[in-house]
């Protein structure tokens, strides 16, 4: 069964650095606005008041950027190959 392995690796590294994407990266409270930013670049912001608004920017990176965050953050994680042919 090791003929899918590269492939499942691969997933398996993808899964983690949109997991980690998904993660608080800061959070800054600034005249009544907290902001949350996370590690994929996209940052909420919420009025810290009664009724206040809500809203979400989305940078909404390329996969091979995030993953090359995630890399940079665990260099001792290995980059997922690419052209990784599936053996049907």
């Not at 091979?64 to 260099?75: I, V």
């Amino acid at each position: 069964m090791t003929e899918y392995k590269e492939s499942v690796e691969e997933r398996y590294k993808k899964l983690q650095a949109e997991k980690w994407g998904k993660q608080v990266k800061s959070i800054l409270g600034d005249k009544g606005i907290i902001e949350t930013r996370f590690n994929n670049g996209d940052v909420h912001y919420e009025e810290n008041k009664e009724g206040g608004k809500s809203w979400t920017v989305y940078k909404n990176l390329p996969k091979e950027t995030l993953l090359n965050r995630f890399f940079k953050r665990y260099p001792n994680s290995e980059p997922p190959r690419k052209n990784v042919l599936l053996k049907r």
